[in-house]
Structures are given as structure tokens and as C-alpha cells.
């Protein structure tokens, strides 16, 4: 499993969940009020977004902000596949608590700067 790192991990989910919605990318700058160059850079994973902005988001594509720090492959390693139940949550909330923790230590290390 390639590493993906916590930028890359939610633009990518930024960008499935917003194309599962059919929005395009001028649609959903219109309702968060951000250019498209910002969103682009977002999704490709170059930049992280703020925590109004993360909020905003997750409310106008319709998702809980956690589902954007989760990848399948995090959730599933390859003898997990089938396996369904309370642990998978319990994995899950833990990846997330590990995600979330690490985007704030980036954010506080970007501002330091």
C-alpha cells in the first residue's frame, strides 16, 4: 500500500465525492466562494483548507468531514476485505483520530512558518 499523505488523501476524497455529486468544480467554488486555481490545488493535494472551509465542504457536497480523511485502503488491508462489523468502526475512527491529529500538527508547522 502506497503512503498517501493527509493533503493528497483529502483531496482525493474531495474530488470522488464531489464528481459522485455531479457538481463540477465551478459549482462548488460558487457555493463555498473560493476560485477554481484553489479548489485545483486542494484536489491535486498541494494545498489543505481551513477549518470553515473544510465545514463548508462537507455541507454543500453532502458528506461528514471524517469521510474525507479515510481512504478504502485504510479501512481494508487485503485480508479484511470481507470482514464487516463494530471493529470496522472502531478501525475507522481510529485512522481517523490518527488523520485528523496529523493535518492539525501541519497546520500548526505551516503557520509557524
Not at 31 to 48: Q, Y
Not at 72 to 100: P, S, T
Request: charged letters at 30%; aromatic letters at 8%; glycine letters at 6%.
Amino acid at each position: 500500500m502506497e503512503f498517501m499523505g493527509v493533503k493528497s488523501v483529502f483531496g482525493n476524497n474531495l474530488k470522488i465525492y464531489r464528481k459522485a455529486k455531479n457538481m463540477s468544480q465551478e459549482e462548488l467554488c460558487e457555493k463555498v466562494n473560493i476560485s477554481i486555481k484553489h479548489l485545483s490545488s486542494i484536489e491535486r493535494g498541494m494545498t489543505f483548507v481551513s477549518s470553515g472551509l473544510l465545514e463548508k465542504l462537507a455541507l454543500c457536497i453532502g458528506v461528514p468531514v471524517s469521510r474525507f480523511f479515510v481512504t478504502v485502503d485504510d479501512v481494508f488491508e487485503a485480508d479484511e476485505k470481507e470482514r464487516y462489523g463494530d471493529a470496522m468502526f472502531d478501525r475507522i475512527d481510529k485512522i481517523i483520530d490518527k488523520n485528523l491529529t496529523q493535518a492539525v500538527r501541519n497546520i500548526k508547522a505551516d503557520i509557524r512558518r
